[in-house]
């Protein structure tokens, strides 16, 4: 399956920016689905972002809509998540994820710790 690990998490001021990447590993993501999900804590899981590697089409949470930006790198086999304008209620563990077509969620990364100070 596919291999997946997080980077670039931190602490930021609000109204700062962080870029996450996930490097991906095991196999080419071409027929895949890819997002990150965050969980703060005592919280459930909550999806954030995701994208279809092959073609690019985008979806987002309406609590990140217009600030936060999935891309990927086709050659990295890498997949980016641009965060700007970062308010305290970002403060989560940020995790990213793959799936094929219609299949559940069910590859993970580890997560990386995002921390927006008030």
């Known amino acids: 399956q596919v291999q997946l690990v997080e980077s670039g998490g931190g602490l930021v001021q609000v109204g700062g920016s962080l870029r996450l990447s996930c490097a991906a590993s095991?196999?080419?993501?071409?027929?895949?689905?890819v997002g990150w999900f965050r969980q703060a804590p005592g919280k459930e899981r909550e999806f954030v972002a995701s994208?279809?590697?092959?073609?690019?089409?985008?979806n987002y949470a309406d609590s990140v809509k217009g600030r936060f930006t999935i891309s990927r790198d086709n050659a990295k086999n890498t997949v980016y998540l641009q965060m700007n304008s970062l308010k305290p209620e970002d403060t989560a563990v940020y995790i990213c994820a793959a799936r094929v077509n219609s299949a559940m969620w069910n590859n993970w990364g580890q997560g990386t710790q995002v921390t927006v100070s008030s």
């Open positions: 095991g196999r080419t993501l071409s027929n895949y689905r």
């Open positions: 994208m279809s590697w092959s073609g690019g089409t985008t």
